[in-house]
């Protein structure tokens, strides 16, 4: 069983930076594609950014490109998500995500939160303006 611990969610202001962190155990990360997602106040859950097992293919949300940045660390079993250039409209819970195991196309990666086997129980970011 994959299990993801998100981290890293807080109070800041617009503007500032943060990091989240996705910890992952019962299985290798390097199997699986990644992504985050988020669900702000009254609204659906939606896609942020993927990676694929290698992290050589990344997605992000029209929303958060050019800001927000995907990264893995296959050794650390670990995903982070840099946030910066924080917005109010940014304001939601954060979720991780597992997609796999992959066994083949490792370039493969998915924007619908459907496509994911596992998740996180998410943490709260929170931009004041």
């Known amino acids: 069983q994959v299990q993801l611990v998100e981290s890293g969610g807080g109070l800041m202001q617009a503007g500032g930076s943060l990091r989240l962190s996705c910890a992952v155990s019962?299985?290798?990360?390097?199997?699986?594609?990644m992504g985050w997602f988020r669900q702000g106040p009254g609204k659906e859950r939606e896609f942020v950014a993927a990676?694929?097992?290698?992290?050589?293919?990344?997605e992000y949300a029209d929303s958060v490109k050019g800001r927000f940045t995907i990264s893995r660390d296959n050794a650390k079993n670990t995903v982070y998500l840099q946030m910066n250039s924080v917005k109010p409209e940014d304001t939601a819970v954060y979720y991780c995500?597992?997609?796999?195991?992959?066994?083949?196309?490792?370039?493969?990666?998915?924007?619908?939160?459907?496509?994911?086997?596992?998740w996180g129980q998410g943490t709260q970011v929170t931009v004041s303006s």
């Open positions: 990676i694929s097992r290698t992290g050589g293919t990344t």
């Open positions: 995500a597992a997609d796999g195991p992959i066994l083949t196309n490792t370039f493969r990666v998915h924007t619908a939160d459907y496509e994911y086997d596992f």
């Open positions: 019962g299985r290798t990360i390097s199997f699986y594609a």
